[in-house]
């Protein structure tokens, strides 16, 4: 992997590189039966327990649990067709919610409740993208797509009921990417023309406003919590190929408080998947343009290890979760559309 080090102006994430990862990864192991298409997400349910879903050939949502150990045997698919890849998140209080974006446009979802899946239902809408969603507080859940003429349309569950969507007036050229700040609220990411980076803010009950970090990306961002202090990091794939991230350092909503976006290098097939296994920390999966092999890169509260080889074979981006006891599970899709998982580091 290339290493484009340019260490601007990150601050807290130091983008330093050194020549090994500080600890490794397990084997590649199988998911179980099924195929998908697409990219796969995956949310953290609780200690060593994961749910992941993908979308199937036939349209629909799979999903499977990871006990730490294995997968179930086969992937289930739920009831209902969907356009979109599905968007997984935990509610911060033992339930993951995964929803798609429906062939009609509405938003498909289902609950897990650490045991079983409820029948998904639809939530009226005009989704014209995949939706993200993230935990916005404890039981609630916040859910948002690019809608039909570029902005962006949203929605809460309250942990019992969906509030009507709503639209958010914007310039958007992506789906957007939604993470909790762990902080009472959820930061969204989102390219828009010339290929700048606009965030926003949920919190309050209200959004705080857009604000331009500009930058030149070529993908769906990726943002993420790092579970500290409300800071939160977004990375994008650049033009040539390599991973920039910018760091919102959990104060004011102003655009002072996010770093300029810096390199940490790689040469990726897609943007990076990244999650926090601990309070400050990072691993970062990507998926290499000379190998379609799974690289590594992690952050441990002041540098960055420098990206390492894991092996497998997949496209586009991987799915990271962490699993509660330090380390993360990444799901890779192959290019045989089989999915395969490692746990590390």
């Known amino acids: 992997m290339k290493r484009i080090v340019l260490c601007l ?3 807290p994430l130091c983008l330093a590189l050194s ?3 500080w600890a490794s990864w397990g084997s590649f192991i199988s998911t179980g039966t099924g195929t998908g298409v697409g990219v796969p997400t995956c949310a953290h349910v609780s200690t060593d327990h994961v749910v992941c879903a993908v979308r199937s050939g036939k349209a629909a ?3 499977n649990e990871f006990n730490g150990t294995a997968w179930g045997t086969t992937w289930t698919s739920l009831v209902g067709a969907i356009s ?3 968007s997984c998140t935990s509610d911060g209080a033992g339930k993951v919610i995964c929803a798609a974006t429906a062939t009609n446009g509405n938003l498909l979802w289902s609950i897990f409740n650490g045991t079983t899946w409820s029948t998904p239902a639809l939530v009226s809408a005009a989704l014209y993208s995949a939706p993200s969603c993230a935990q916005y507080t404890t039981g609630q859940v916040l859910c948002v797509a690019r809608n039909v003429s570029g902005g962006l349309a949203w929605s809460v569950y ?3 009921s969906w509030k009507a969507f709503a639209n958010l007036a914007t310039a958007t050229e992506s ?3 939604c993470t909790t700040d762990n902080n009472n609220g959820v930061i969204c990411g989102v390219f828009t023309t010339a290929s700048a980076t606009l965030v926003n803010r949920y919190a309050g009950g209200a959004w705080k406003g857009f604000l331009n970090l500009a930058g030149i990306a070529t993908s769906v961002p990726d943002c993420t919590s790092m579970n500290s202090a409300g800071n939160v990091v977004c990375f994008a794939e650049g033009i040539n190929n390599g991973v920039y991230g910018t760091r919102f350092n959990g104060g004011a909503w102003m655009l002072s408080s996010w770093s300029p976006y810096s390199g940490i290098g790689g040469s990726v097939i897609a943007n990076a998947s990244c999650t926090s296994q601990s309070a400050g920390l990072l691993v970062c999966g990507v998926m290499g343009t000379t190998d379609n092999a799974f690289w590594s890169d992690v952050y441990n509260g002041s540098n960055w290890s420098g990206w390492s080889k894991v092996g497998g074979l997949g496209m586009n981006s991987p799915a990271c979760a962490p699993l509660g006891t330090g ?3 990444c799901v890779v899709l192959g290019i045989n559309n089989k ?5 590390g580091p």
């Open 84 to 86: 979109s890849d599905p």
């Open 9 to 11: 102006l990150l601050l």
């Open 339 to 343: 999915l395969t998982s490692v746990v």
């Open 158 to 160: 309250n942990g019992t």
């Open 19 to 21: 020549p090994s990862a």
């Open 175 to 177: 789906a957007p990417s």
């Open 61 to 63: 949502m799979m999903v």
């Open 327 to 329: 380390q993360v599970v």
